[in-house]
């Protein structure tokens, strides 16, 4: 019988659906229809054993009649080489569902261990990833944080598994800043640590934060507050000892202004000449600059104007009031503070580097910091008449109840003015030299009557 030919293929038509035709050599087709369109399956019929069987090689048109005879004639070389068709392919299904599982098998193993690996990052890994989405944000972009975890919390925990961290790995970093007696900076990096396992926790690298078993008030026991204020024999004695100091000119000006405008070290040393106006007698601190965020306007009396105009004489070249040695941005404002602390340390050996100046500012009520100034200048202003809550304006503070916040909006510039014109007379007259000063304390108002 001869063979197929397209031209019959292409005349089959509805009424020959079911119809089998015969190719020739074992490969026979049966007409269907599929979606309206009539198509042609072939199959090859062959003997394998005692059996007969038959494989599909192909559906005109989906394949040309040619390709269809090409895989007749493919199955008719495998079978007679020993090697039947139909158990080849179910072979080859069997191996790509097996090739496909274990692809997925591998897959889900990759995703296990880098489940793993992520399960157990370490310490030093999390503080990168906690100081490039929280510390950033920060003022300092994080660098004061950084450099205190370097110092006193990644030597310990860095190396550490995060999942793997105890309490008793926390308390080993505290415990060692508590043995060098700095108690606040104990309790400071304990809320930082416990602010970083937080993130941990919220991010879903581990399940429980291992610091929310100890309590803060147990890190070297509860906070005080401090209060150590200067009195007005400390600042004369100040100022009398300030020479024997040997501190920078710039260092000096920092102390009374600090004193005269009751500022905060960190604002001041931040200041820039473009903020300070000595003609308009005023300093503004924009918020970048201050703690709470929220500009503050300095208005300078007689002294701080005084102070402002010697250390213009200094820095005038820069645009920072208190530049760094390369000038570059203003100096770390721990500075001051360290500068303090070396002419404090009484009786104790210079260490290297430092002052051997070690006493020259030590003064009878103890030791004393640049805030210590701050909250010195604002008694002062108090003690002299000036009501507290205008004080609390010169400080900056933020109203505490939020009603006030909320509907008292006077600015008290007036009010605030006159309270730093008081505060910078009374230093002229505490620094003038003079002992014949009288003591605010001691100090009594008149009679109404005896004014009459």
Known sequence: MASLSQKELEALGPGDVGRRLIDGDGLTGKVRLRKQ???VQFEYRYRAGDRIRQIVCGTWPDQSLKLIRDTRNKYRVSIASGVDPIDFNRAERLKKKADVAQSIAEQNARIADAEAQQARITVADLFERWATVE???????????????QKDVLPTLGPLAVEDVRKGHITAVTDALLARGVTRMAKLIFSLIRQMFRYAVDRDIIEHEPTAAIRKARIGGKPTERDRVLSEDEIRALHRQLPAAQLFPSTEAALWLALATCCRIGELLRAEWQHVRLEAREWFIPADNSKNGKPHTVYLSDFALHHFAALRAINSASKWCFPNRGDSEHVCIKTVTKQLGDRQRGEAAPMSRRSPHTNALALPGGKWTPHDLRRTGATLMTAL?????????CLNHTEESRVKRTYQRYSYDAEKREAWRLLGERLELLTC???NIVPLRTRRKTPAAQLA
């Open 37 to 39: 369109k009539v198509v």
């Open 135 to 149: 510390l950033i944000r920060r003022k300092d972009g994080g660098k004061e944080i950084r450099r205190m975890f």
């Open 385 to 393: 008449g000036v009501l507290p809550e205008v004080a609390e304006k």
């Open 433 to 435: 030299g003079s002992d």
